[in-house]
């Protein structure tokens, strides 16, 4: 579904990212994961077109996307819920889910897909009249992720979800990611909680200072002695 | 103390604060988005003007019926301003003051465009309800600057509306707020950005013609108008179109109370001294952040 081939990502005389070769396939939940500045943000940016590789390509769905415009790839079916919730802070909650619904496909389902993310976030039907900005982190964090859902993606792309968010939350939002990816919905999941993170994912990847050096099923990373000292503390 | 001289004075207050709300909000909307002053405002107010001087004079049309031709006529200029003169600069990532030093020129340009063609005469349009004047008891209104109050709040209100109830609306609210997530949620912002530039314009045009009704026409006043917004805008919390009203509505009852008060005179200093001191006790703003 999605195939990133070399790709290679530089902040002005910065590179970020060297070489970063990733798929994800239909149905799949696939971590992304590493240390604080590995890279993990700028993949998923480049994914959705805010950044642009300097070389290597990108492809969704068998066509080329690093090299059209970044605002038609939400109609393509990439929805990117980014690194700090990035909500419209003076917007309500229901404007802002509007938001997420904004790709002309995604506009015609929006009253259904209104009432699905409702189901999956109760608690924001509850708020929907109030800004975004007064709600709680936890609240803004699955108002992000609900915004994400609006656009019925066939790719989601999370940055850390769990950043921030007390241990029940987090427990939580893991909960709702696993029904999100039962919905039929494929994930890239970039996080810092990388225990849960493999345990959850189907395949993962290992970023390090901008490379990719492991690669595996989710389950076999949890055991294998790098991750277990580099990243599980043990 | 006279009370009826002090309610005349308020009430004239608020309708021109109306109409400066309305000058305001373009620059506003333009802010909010853009991030940039757009210092030519009052000279697009200028331009509207003689648009519907020339309308009213060569073909009798009735100023309050000619928004139908300068709204669409500003928008269209605004489009082509930010097309031709400011995507070239924001493409090269050129700091903020220099879009803003564009925008001077702008304004430079089309201020002595106008004297070319116009000269430097002071104009005026007098239609049938010129010199009207309501009265209240002993209180009278003058006729026009009523309608022109009142078209200005229809005009706001049709932009709430918009900013509130339509696609392209939430787009540009989504935009002023956090332009990176709104591209996110496919608005194509760069786009957005040009039509908001035009709205902002074709709100000067909609001013323009309820002002040529209270007031007079001349090629510098652009400049004049430009400072007006500002001090609008800055009252109002930048990029807040509900701020710019109430901004608006702050400065208009200002001058008022001051020319009657103190001495016409002194009616701009006055305008400066509120300025300067919600500057200094709510740098924020009147409103602070506002939805729109
Ligand atoms: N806007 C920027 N300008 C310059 N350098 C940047 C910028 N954003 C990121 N970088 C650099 O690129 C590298 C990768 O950053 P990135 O944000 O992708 O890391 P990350 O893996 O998401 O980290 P974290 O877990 O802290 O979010 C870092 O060295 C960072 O300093
Ligand atoms: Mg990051």
């Known amino acids: 579904m999605l195939k990133l081939t070399t790709i290679e990502v530089c902040y002005g005389d910065v590179q970020a990212l060297w070489g970063v070769s990733l798929e994800v396939h239909k149905g799949e939940v696939v971590a992304l994961v590493g240390a604080n500045g590995a890279g993990k943000t700028t993949t998923l940016k480049t994914i959705s077109g805010l950044l642009r590789p300097s070389s290597g390509k990108v492809e ?16 393509l079916g990439i929805a990117h819920v980014p690194e700090g919730r990035r909500l419209f802070p003076l917007m309500t909650v229901r404007e802002n889910l509007e938001m997420g619904s904004f790709p002309p496909d995604a506009r015609e389902k929006r009253e259904e897909s209104l009432e699905w993310v409702f189901q999956v976030f109760p608690i924001l039907k509850e708020r929907h009249k109030q800004l975004a900005e007064t709600l709680s982190g936890g609240e803004q964090q699955m108002l992000a992720i ?48 990388v225990q849960q993170a493999l345990g959850l994912a189907n395949r993962a990847y290992v970023l390090e200072n901008g490379r990719i050096v492991l690669e595996g099923a989710g389950k076999e990373l949890l055991e294998n002695d790098h991750v277990k000292r580099a990243y599980l503390g043990l | 103390m006279e009370w009826s001289i002090l309610f005349q004075t308020l009430i004239a207050g608020i309708m021109v604060g109306g109409l400066y709300g309305l000058i305001g909000m373009g620059m506003a909307i333009n802010f909010g988005v853009l991030r940039i002053i757009n210092l030519a405002q009052g000279e697009l107010l200028m331009v509207g003007m003689y648009v519907c001087y020339w309308l009213f004079t060569l073909y009798k049309l009735d100023p309050l019926l000619s928004p139908l031709i300068t709204v669409p006529f500003l928008f269209l ?45 002071y104009r005026s349009v007098s239609t049938s309800y010129s010199t009207e004047l309501i009265s209240l008891g002993n209180l009278s209104v003058s006729l026009p600057l009523t309608l022109a109050f009142a078209f200005a709040l229809a005009i706001s209100g049709s932009l709430y509306l918009f900013l509130t109830k339509t696609e392209l609306g939430k787009a540009i609210r989504a935009t002023a707020q956090d332009p990176e997530a709104a591209l996110l949620m496919g608005v194509n912002v760069d786009r957005v950005s040009v039509i908001t530039f035009g709205i902002g314009a074709a709100l000067e045009g909609a001013a323009g013609s309820l002002l040529i009704i209270v007031y007079y026409l001349f090629p510098a006043l652009g400049g004049i108008f430009t400072l007006k917004a500002f001090i609008v805008v800055v009252l109002g919390g930048l990029g807040s179109t509900i701020g710019a009203l109430l901004g608006g509505l702050t400065l208009g009852i200002a001058e008022s109370l001051g020319a009657v008060y103190v001495s016409t005179g002194y009616k701009d200093a006055i305008g400066f001294i509120i300025f300067v001191l919600v500057l200094i006790f709510r740098p924020a703003g009147l409103v602070g952040r506002a939805r729109m």
Do not use: C, W
Request: aromatic share 4%; hydrophobic share 50%; net charge positive.
């Open chain 1, 146 to 193: 609900g915004r994400g859902l609006m656009a019925r993606p066939k790719l989601l792309l999370l940055d850390e979800p769990s950043l921030g968010l007390a241990p029940i939350l987090v427990k939580e939002i893991f909960e709702t990611i696993k029904a999100i990816s039962r919905e039929g919905v494929t994930l890239l999941l970039v996080e810092q909680n």
């Open chain 2, 77 to 121: 200029l605004g489009v082509t301003i930010h097309r031709f003169l400011l995507t070239p600069l924001m493409r090269a990532r050129a700091p903020a003051e220099n879009q803003i030093l564009l925008t001077v020129g702008v304004g430079l340009v089309l201020t002595n465009l106008a004297l070319l063609m116009f000269t430097a005469n």
């Open chain 1, 60 to 75: 969704f769905l068998g066509k080329r996307i690093d090299t059209i415009p970044p605002y038609q790839l939400a109609d």
